[in-house]
């Protein structure tokens, strides 16, 4: 995101100046979004990886005018890292709150990336705060805390990736209302590599029409899908001069899998899709 600046209203933490991050709406998730948040109902986001789940949240909270708060959630994500915890500092141990605290305390927006990948006695901490009573207990200081005006919590995952072993409790997910992505519709996609990537339209439509023929693959050796991401990643190295096959080796066939005859497959359908020596070659 640009640098922008933090105001305090009504003592919410408010965006008062930066640069809408580029997203294109494709269907009403942004009517949903921020209904949902006006009424104080946290979020579930469900869909793929590099679908646009990320820069979603950051449009919403841009357009809320509300400071955005992102944790990037993972197996050693522990209740401490969320909330806080006592740390040394010279000869004085001093409480530090953790980004949900300060989420809740400055009414900023909330954002836990694959929430799953968290441990479930993490997760249980968001359940007071996910429902009617918008609170945050922290033990360790004996208090709760009511969510400041324009507080927002919102989670997200990927489904189809997830095992069994790692899924929300039905408990978590009935607190939240849930928001379905899937990949753009090809025209969208296409405006959106091309603007990403800074790229020309006949590249953007090359490199996603190749990446809906990944998507269409029935093979288990993929470890996941071409995302928008990795076409814009493909996109970018087209434009610092890169032949659109090899960026298209380098950025979707090489991170999509390890298997040695799925990406001999991905490298002829790289010939097959992106051959023509006028968008890059």
């Known amino acids: 995101m640009d640098a922008e600046r933090v105001a305090h209203r009504n003592g919410a933490a408010v965006v ?3 640069a809408r991050p580029y997203y294109t709406s494709v269907g009403n998730e942004e009517t949903v979004f921020k209904a949902a948040y ?5 979020l579930l986001l469900k869909g793929p990886t590099g679908c646009g789940k990320t820069r979603f949240v950051e449009a919403m909270a841009h357009d809320l005018e509300r400071k955005l708060i992102t944790v990037a959630c993972h197996d050693d994500l522990t209740t401490a890292d969320l909330v806080g915890r006592f740390l040394l ?3 004085e141990t001093v409480w530090v709150d953790g980004p949900l605290t300060r989420a809740v305390r400055e009414g900023a927006i909330c954002y836990l990336d694959e929430v799953v990948e968290a441990r479930q006695d993490t997760t249980v901490v968001l359940h007071p705060l996910a429902d009617y009573r918008r609170q945050l207990p922290i033990e360790r200081l004996g208090v709760t805390l009511d969510a400041a005006p324009g507080f927002g919590l919102v989670v997200s995952y990927n ?3 997830q095992s069994v072993l790692k899924d929300l409790k039905d408990s978590t997910r009935q607190r939240m209302v849930a928001i379905e992505f899937g990949f753009p519709p090809p025209d969208v996609e296409e405006g959106i590599v091309r603007h990403e990537a800074g790229v020309d339209a006949r590249v953007a439509a090359d490199l996603v029409t190749f990446g809906q023929a990944i998507r269409r693959l029935e ?6 899908v ?3 991401r990795v ?3 493909a996109g970018r190295l087209v434009a610092e001069g890169l032949p659109m096959r090899d960026a298209a080796r380098a950025a979707i066939a090489g991170p999509l899998t390890d298997d040695a005859s799925v990406g001999r497959g991905l490298a002829e ?3 097959v899709y992106l051959a023509n020596p006028a968008v890059g070659d």
């Open 16 to 18: 008062t100046e930066h």
């Open 38 to 42: 006006r009424q104080g109902l946290s």
């Open 89 to 91: 500092r010279g000869d």
């Open 159 to 161: 489904p189809g990736y």
């Open 219 to 224: 093979t288990g050796g993929l470890r996941e």
């Open 226 to 228: 071409a995302s928008t």
């Open 231 to 233: 076409l814009i990643a």
């Open 269 to 271: 359908m790289i010939d």
